[in-house]
């Protein structure tokens, strides 16, 4: 299992636009992979699930896979959350 | 239970229809909060008898407490309450709009404790505020999966992202089926000890479909369609067929989903492309209900046969 935490960098936190690229992305792994934040556990290829975290800029998030493409799946989300969802040059 | 520092604001009762609050005293101290899970009717304590009386625990007078209560001389009176506030309950609800003398509820005033009068007889407000309290302080847990109410029965539906649950919902909720959640639900233990799934303010009512992106479901098909939340039954679990794997062909096997410290029944349903899956959810739910009623299965139906 890979876990990895990060912080929320873009102005508009895990907004409905942003979830929605992070569960496309986390759509292509074998992995189970889940963000966890609060306490709350939710499915990252779901984006409905996401969007209940309501996870703003400046907070901590957790990513956690479990799978046979665990460790890539964690480095290229952990990558999307880098690049602000490359939604801000 | 365990009793947790957050609380329930006492104004919080106010909202729900159900406690049926008529008149509030002593309104300043609304905003206190109630810390323990259970609601306790004082009795004996109002004589002096304090044992297992719970601290923060909303308190009821019935008919009994009021009744000796209003029928004490003022000192003895001030004497039994001292005992009773001496536990600090955060407030006093009154059962069938019974009347509590002018004094007694100054002397509560003093000592911080609102007071709230209802209608509804005290066994009835006891059920019903436990409900509402329970679902505060239960242990919470959140579930990936889609809740609906399939024939009475509450129906948890799971399996990997992107294997159809959500079409497969809406289909049941075409052929009249009504459903809690989609996507995430949240379950707590009532009262009674079970496990209830409810919807996420957030998300109620949104159904993610691929393609289309996130519709409305009471837009769609109507307030029907929808239920607030649904005491669980049986867990329904797709996973796509695998022709390597030995599936139960007999109805032997007994599976148990584990949800907040219950075994929940489960069948494991194998899905390929075209298996038509809302009717397959619809027999499996009325299997379930022929077997808990007790219909023999297969197995047992020829062993008799033998004998």
Redesign the interface.
């Given at each position: 299992m890979e876990k990895e935490k990060i912080k929320i960098t873009n102005k508009l936190g895990l907004h409905a636009r942003a979830a929605a690229k992070l569960s496309h992305l986390a759509n292509n792994f074998n992995s189970n992979i889940f963000l966890i934040f609060n306490g709350d556990k939710v499915n990252a290829k779901s984006l409905l699930g996401i969007l209940t975290l309501a996870a703003s800029v400046g907070n901590d998030i957790t990513i956690e896979a479990e799978g046979d493409d665990e460790s890539k799946a964690v480095s290229e989300i952990k990558g999307l959350f880098e690049r602000k969802f490359d939604e801000e040059s | 239970m365990i009793r947790s520092k957050k609380g329930v604001e006492i104004s919080s009762l106010l909202n729900v229809p159900d406690i049926s609050i008529k008149k509030t005293f002593n309104e300043k101290w609304l905003n206190k909060k109630i810390t323990h899970p259970d609601t306790q009717k004082p009795g004996l304590a109002l004589a002096g008898y304090m044992e297992f009386v719970n601290r923060g625990s909303l308190q009821i007078f019935g008919k009994t407490e009021t009744g000796y209560l209003n029928s004490l001389k003022p000192a003895e009176c001030k004497k039994s309450l001292d005992g009773f506030i001496s536990l600090k309950p955060p407030a006093v609800i009154i059962a069938e709009e019974q009347k509590l003398k002018p004094a007694i509820i100054e002397i509560l005033n003093i000592n911080r404790i609102s007071v709230l009068v209802s209608d509804l007889k005290s066994s009835l407000l006891i059920s019903r505020t436990s409900s509402f309290l329970f679902k505060h302080f239960s242990k919470k847990v959140?579930i990936?999966g889609v809740l609906m109410d399939i024939m009475g029965q509450g129906i948890l539906i799971r399996g990997e992202?992107?294997i159809g649950k959500s079409e497969t919902a809406m289909e049941l909720i075409k052929k009249g089926h009504q459903l809690i959640s989609?996507?995430?639900i949240e379950f707590y233990l009532d009262s009674n000890d079970e496990p209830v799934g409810k919807y996420?303010d957030?998300?109620k009512k949104?159904?993610?479909v691929r393609g289309l992106g996130?519709i409305n479901i009471v837009d769609m098909f109507g307030f029907g369609a929808m239920l607030e939340e649904k005491k669980l039954d049986l867990v329904i679990d797709m996973e796509s067929w695998d022709p390597k794997k030995k599936y139960d062909r007999l109805g032997e096997e007994s599976l148990y989903f584990p949800i907040l410290g219950k075994d929940i029944p489960m069948f494991k349903l194998p899905v390929s492309v075209g298996r038509n899956l809302s009717t397959l959810i619809e027999i499996t739910v009325k299997y379930f209900i022929s077997r808990k009623s007790g219909s023999e299965s297969f197995l047992e139906h020829l062993n008799r046969e033998k004998r």
């Open positions: - | 959140r990936n992202s992107g989609d996507d995430l996420i957030s998300i949104w159904i993610e996130i």
